[in-house]
């Protein structure tokens, strides 16, 4: 007699999945559902109990716009009592704001090249006085990260 065996495509993932007995707590900050072209952030409004308006002003001249609680329901937040910024989403001093994508590939692309440019001052500076018979060391940079014992 044959054996009736079940096909191993009908067997999904989803049934054998173990159930979570572990708690996780929720997050301090909700992250909102990606949205195309839009890039999320907390802003800082105030730090120890002091407003900081330069922060929020200069934040707002960059391109990021609040975001409305209306718009974000499914965050299910209560945003801070005595907030600034009526019906937008603020907790603990930080303020949830979103900046078209390109805009902040911009600014991230600025940054960089800020940072390099910071990088090669440097190493001009430090190598000014280089000797080919002893180099003081070698100009070219390069980053190696590893997880785990090597």
């Known amino acids: 007699m044959a054996e ?14 173990r159930p979570s007995d572990k708690w996780v707590p929720a997050p301090l900050l909700p992250v909102p559902k990606p949205e195309a072209g839009w890039v999320f952030r ?4 105030s730090m120890v109990g002091s407003a900081d308006n330069t922060n929020v002003s200069q934040k707002f001249r960059e391109g990021w716009i609040p975001c409305k609680a209306d718009d974000y329901k499914d965050l299910e937040i209560q945003s801070d009592i005595g907030s ?15 900046a078209p994508e390109s805009e902040m590939a911009k600014r991230q692309k600025y940054y960089e090249d800020m940072a390099g440019q910071q990088m090669e001052s440097v190493d001009q500076n430090y190598l000014r006085e280089n000797d080919p018979r002893m180099p003081l060391l070698n100009p070219e940079r390069t980053t190696r990260t590893s997880f785990g014992s090597n």
């Open 4 to 17: 009736q065996r079940i096909q191993r495509d009908n067997d999904t993932r989803a049934q054998v999945e």
């Open 84 to 98: 600034r910024f009526k019906g937008n989403i603020e907790v603990g001093g930080l303020l949830l704001c979103k």
């Open 42 to 45: 907390w802003i800082r409004t």
